[in-house]
């Protein structure tokens, strides 16, 4: 077996990816803490996406015009975990989506599909109430189901998936998927879901896009 020397500290190389077990992964990255409140896991770095970065995403393009000329909140905020790549090995990341709307339709992530489409995943609900939106790419069926505190999501490969936050406080989520997944969101930009997740009577309502009047407040 090879070891990198840092100090006195023998730890495996990335070069060893390949050697099954203990070996394949860096000591650091067996465990991790979650800290739901901060939204970090461990040392990890994050990605945070702010109202600027989800042009294109809200159906009411107006609301969205309206929102970020008071201000350019951050939405969501995502830290990814790679602790090992090649077949067989996960990654997770952990998302923290804020609660908020524009016009009718909840704050949600960009969404995507997974590069490779065959990947699954299974998305943990740690704090907060929220929903995912799942769409069958071939075909556009689309599912919405709850993502709160305790529940659990499978994502089947093939399928587009977003989250959205329908409380009041900021919805915390895990999703552990194949190292292999990687993410395609060029399919999204071009088209985006073919349903959007509106407030009606104070409940979540899935809606199609193509039912909503453009800067009319989401409303059909
Ligand atoms: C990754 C997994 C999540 C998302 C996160 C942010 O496969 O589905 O960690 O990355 O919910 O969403 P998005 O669409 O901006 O990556
Ligand atoms: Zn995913």
Request: one cysteine or more; hydrophobic letters at 40%.
């Amino acid at each position: 077996m090879l070891f990198c020397c840092q100090g006195s500290e023998a730890r495996p190389s990335f070069s060893l990816m390949a050697v099954p077990g203990l070996a394949s992964v860096l000591p650091e990255h067996l465990a991790a803490h979650l800290d739901l409140g901060a939204g970090t896991v461990g040392a990890h770095p994050g990605t945070e996406r702010f109202l600027s970065d989800l042009r294109g995403v809200f159906h009411d393009e107006v609301a969205y015009g309206e929102a970020l000329a008071r201000g350019n909140p951050l939405v969501y905020r995502v830290v990814g975990v790679a602790p090992a790549e090649g077949d067989g090995q996960l990654h997770y990341g952990l998302g923290t989506l804020q609660a908020g709307k524009i016009g009718q339709e909840y704050f949600l992530t960009k969404g995507h599909l997974h590069a490779w489409r065959p990947a699954a995943e299974v998305y943990v609900g740690l704090r907060g109430d929220g929903r995912m939106i799942l769409e069958e790419e071939a075909t556009g069926r689309t599912r919405l189901v709850p993502l709160g505190a305790g529940d659990v999501v499978y994502v089947p490969g093939h399928t587009a998936h977003r989250t959205a936050n329908v409380g009041s406080e900021p919805l915390v989520y895990l999703g552990i998927y194949p190292a292999a997944a990687g993410h395609d969101y060029a399919a999204i930009a071009e088209r985006n879901f073919r349903c959007c997740l509106v407030e009606r009577e104070g409940q979540p309502v899935l809606v199609e896009r193509a039912r909503l009047v453009r800067g009319a407040g989401g409303r059909p």
